[in-house]
């Protein structure tokens, strides 16, 4: 069965430091994998999406992040956060649960502090 | 933009109560979903549907049910409402089972049963 595990439950980092979310994940086929972030009160909102090609994806709100299939891993990062960047964020994986659809299975979430 | 819509942000029941929580979308999408989110345990699926009229069984569907009866409104039905019923929930649509599948979510409704 699929899995992700995000290592980190809560990271606090300065404003203008640099960030990385890490995810790993356990899946038997080629991923389709997502970074979302909620913000307090509010849904999940997707920042970027890998299935193929470039292993380095470029999101929204200046996140990128890399897959590397040899650590099953999925990191977010972001060269210098802000403080609007503060939030959860989860990581999740698509994987085919029978009947001919697909579902997401999401981490457990990184909780971001951003110190001013 | 893909609009996903919850009845209420806030929600105050008693126990043994039968609550019904809706979600609408309004981009004809062939999916959706019922999660609940838990400090500590992420985003754990209820139910989902891929079709009106059909159901299926996510990872923590005891106490719920669902209904679908038009393709764009998706019910989630606490049949009796329990204090460990108390979550933050989320509905999530997506636009078929192919390709990315991305899902697109609505703000949350947070149940509180007393």
């Known amino acids: 069965a699929q899995s992700v595990t995000q290592p980190d439950i809560h990271i606090t980092v300065s404003e203008g430091a640099s960030l990385e979310l890490r995810c790993n994940y356990s899946y038997g086929a080629t991923p389709y994998l997502f970074w979302y972030v909620q913000s307090p009160g509010q849904g999940l909102q997707l920042l970027l999406k890998?299935?193929?090609?470039?292993?380095l994806v470029q999101g929204i709100k200046g996140f990128e992040a890399e897959f590397k299939r040899s650590q099953s891993s999925f990191n977010l990062r972001k060269p210098s956060v802000h403080w609007s960047d503060a939030a959860e964020y989860f990581c999740?994986?698509?994987?085919?649960?029978?009947?001919?659809?697909?579902?997401?299975?999401f981490g457990k979430g990184t909780k971001l502090s951003v110190i001013p | 933009d893909v609009k996903v819509t919850q009845s209420s942000r806030y929600l105050v029941k008693r126990t043994g109560e039968k609550v019904f929580l809706e979600c609408v979308q309004d981009m004809d999408h062939e999916n959706m979903f019922w999660y609940r989110q838990d400090p500590g345990l992420g985003l754990r699926l209820i139910y989902f549907?891929?079709?009106?009229?059909?159901?299926e069984k996510g990872d923590i569907p005891e106490g719920y049910s669902v209904s679908r009866e038009k393709k764009e409104r998706f019910s989630l039905i606490l049949e009796s409402a329990s204090t460990n019923q108390t979550s933050m929930y989320l509905c999530a649509s997506s636009l078929s089972s192919k390709g990315w599948n991305e899902q697109f979510f609505g703000p949350g409704t947070r149940l509180t049963v007393l």
């Open positions: 549907s891929y079709d009106v009229k059909m159901k």
């Open positions: 999740a994986v698509r994987a085919y649960s029978g009947a001919g659809s697909y579902q997401l299975t």
């Open positions: 890998y299935f193929s090609g470039d292993t």
